[in-house]
């Protein structure tokens, strides 16, 4: 199923208050006569406050890792470590006060909160790694579209991200901090955003019709409208929103040529 970045952040945040409740009726790492009230305030609390002090210095180490020349996933390398320090700091203070957090205790348990930060951050990225987004399109589809896979566009900059024998990509789309790349029958996320992705792909060969979206002009079968909305159907079957800014140009360069395949 497809997520918006609204969903996939309100699924991330359930990850981890789940995660907190789990160690809050364990009563694991918290001193044996604290009521189940206060671990559940302790570990909720504390992880959804990590996960969203995550989600802010990822801009941060993120930036950092494009302005030094490296691949943006190596931000992370700069987040975790600066967002464990603030962890700790708050899981010491609300221990022991000023002293405790400033203490000789603070190297051990801020390695301790590393390794838990890196267990999550690969456990998300293995989760969207295998994440599929293809979604199932209503309607008429040409005869042959899904037997006969079209090669679009085969050998780009952006395979060099992918992994070997990737196919041809038909669309690029926007995940949180990653970009979805879609071929006819798989798809895979890079750490990078939309507008970097755009710039490995050959000039010319498609176009940003959405501020989400990015489309091979060879991969577009027709298009649908829905009300005032146009989706372009890709020849996957996938379907492409169109930002009404984008419909004139498109349809003055040929793009919306073809009927649409439905009107509501």
Known sequence: MHLTRLERLLAEAGIMALCGCILAISGLFVAPDMPLGARLAYWIGGFLAAWALVQLLSFVGTAVAKMIGLAPQWGYAITIPLATIGITWGVLYWSGGNEVAMGDGFGHVWIRASIIGLGFFAFFYVLYARAETV????GPVEAGSQDTPTPVIAETELHARLPT????????????????????????????????AVTLMPEGEGRQVHRSWWAAREAVMSHKREGRDIRLILKNELEVPVSRAQVKPLRDDGWLSPAPLQKS
């Not at 979604?135 to 209503?138: G, H, K, L, T």
């Not at 990653?178 to 798989?186: E, G, K, L, M, P």
């Open 135 to 138: 979604p199932e399109v209503e």
């Open 165 to 196: 024998g990737f196919p041809a990509i038909l669309a690029l789309s926007v995940e949180d901090h990653y970009t979805r790349v879609h071929a006819f029958d798989r798809s895979e996320m890079v750490l990078m955003p939309l507008s970097e």
